[in-house]
């Protein structure tokens, strides 16, 4: 098994340009998670999934838009790129079964710079 | 403020010494996460607990859910263990982690 993969692993964006990261997960878990990670702050949760088909605002979710139209994908999506959004931003997956909070496996993050 | 906070921020031993990381949060928890964080980037899960202690190892995880506290300990320390870990939290009622700035940890031989 692969784990939870990101594309890509590293990135240079112009202000106002777009991109796309993928986060792909073969555990067949329910929960997808993107965060953004920052010098001096903790993980900031950007969007979750809690199935497929389904998208919900975390902590920082201004200037991003996402999208799970598979349960194994999780698309985060910059549509005019800025310099604050300069991170490195890390995918996390878990299972969603009932009652039972489990563990958050993460990708290996991206690293995202916007000029 | 976080509303998880970690201490120290920064630690450095030698290697053999029992090292312990402090997290502490503000309101009623469903589960307490410690992670490990090494330098390429790459973060793990190390303990998930909401009640009493845990072992894995040379890594002992604590949690006072009254004094609304959890350390992390590692006993026998060494230049591998060398990482940022990571407190979060999961309060009762949420789907999300809020995660604590890490203490950064580095063993030298």
């Known amino acids: 098994n692969a784990g939870v993969t990101q594309t890509p692993k590293f990135r240079v964006l112009k202000t106002g340009q777009s991109m796309t990261l993928l986060c792909a997960q073969d555990?067949?878990?329910?929960?997808m998670y993107w965060y953004r990670q920052d010098p001096g702050m903790g993980l900031r949760l950007i969007h979750y999934?809690?199935?497929?088909?389904?998208?919900a605002k975390g902590e920082v979710p201004d200037g991003y838009n996402v999208s799970r139209l598979k349960k194994q994908n999780f698309l985060l999506g910059l549509e005019s790129a800025a310099p604050s959004q300069t991170s490195v931003y890390f995918c996390?997956?878990?299972?969603?079964?009932?009652?039972?909070?489990?563990?958050?496996?993460f990708g290996p993050g991206t690293r995202l710079t916007v000029l | 403020k976080n509303e998880v906070e970690q201490s120290p921020q920064n630690l450095t031993a030698q290697e053999g010494e029992f090292i312990t990381i402090n997290c502490s949060y503000s309101?009623?928890?469903?589960?307490l996460h410690w992670l490990q964080q090494h330098p390429g980037g790459g973060i793990v899960s190390l303990f998930m607990?909401?009640?009493g202690k845990k072992k894995h190892g040379r890594l002992i995880a604590t949690i006072n859910i009254q004094e609304k506290h959890s350390s992390l300990h590692i006993t026998a320390s060494h230049p591998r263990d060398s990482a940022v870990y990571i407190c979060?939290?999961?309060?009762?009622?949420?789907?999300?982690?809020?995660f604590g700035t890490g203490t950064l940890l580095a063993v030298q031989p």
């Open positions: 996390a997956s878990r299972t969603g079964l009932a009652g039972v909070y489990n563990e958050q496996f």
């Open positions: 555990m067949n878990h329910e929960y």
């Open positions: 999934s809690v199935g497929e088909g389904t998208t």
């Open positions: 309101v009623g928890i469903s589960a």
């Open positions: 607990l909401s009640s």
């Open positions: 979060a939290v999961r309060y009762i009622g949420t789907n999300k982690l809020i």
